[in-house]
């Protein structure tokens, strides 16, 4: 059973907006770091924000002051809500959680559980 499951993708003209979400399906993961990434055809994977347990954000320059991450520890949801969006966004999204440790970083590989990805495609 996959423990992150992303939900909300889909097509929108430059400029409009999306939310993602992320159900999570595992209680444990509340004290971890939660993230959601990206990728493009023909690139690397990229952190797009994240969010600590006690929540603190990070943003990535190419999307600040245009999403917002934040997490629900009630209902167990990470989401992503995405305004101004431009065709550079258009990407594969995932929603990723951390160590144990709660340690946060914007290094993919230190991201042990991984949902399956929901596509947004933003057109011009």
């Known amino acids: 059973q996959r423990q992150l499951v992303e939900s909300g993708g889909g097509s929108v003209q430059a400029g409009g907006s999306l939310r993602l979400s992320c159900a999570i399906s595992?209680?444990?993961?509340?004290?971890?770091?939660m993230a959601w990434f990206r990728r493009a055809p023909g690139k690397e994977r990229e952190e797009v924000a994240h969010?600590?347990?006690?929540?603190?954000?990070y943003y990535a320059d190419s999307v600040k002051g245009r999403f917002t991450i934040s997490r629900d520890t009630a209902v167990n949801t990470l989401t992503l809500q995405m305004n101004g969006l431009k065709p550079d966004d258009t990407a594969t999204y995932y929603c990723?959680?951390?160590?144990?440790?709660?340690?946060?970083?914007?290094?993919?590989?230190?991201?042990?559980?991984w949902g399956q990805g929901t596509q947004v495609s933003v057109s011009s």
């Open positions: 969010i600590r347990s006690d929540g603190d954000t």
């Open positions: 595992s209680y444990s993961f509340s004290g971890r770091c």
């Open positions: 990723a959680a951390g160590r144990s440790d709660g340690y946060c970083d914007v290094d993919w590989r230190l991201f042990p559980y």
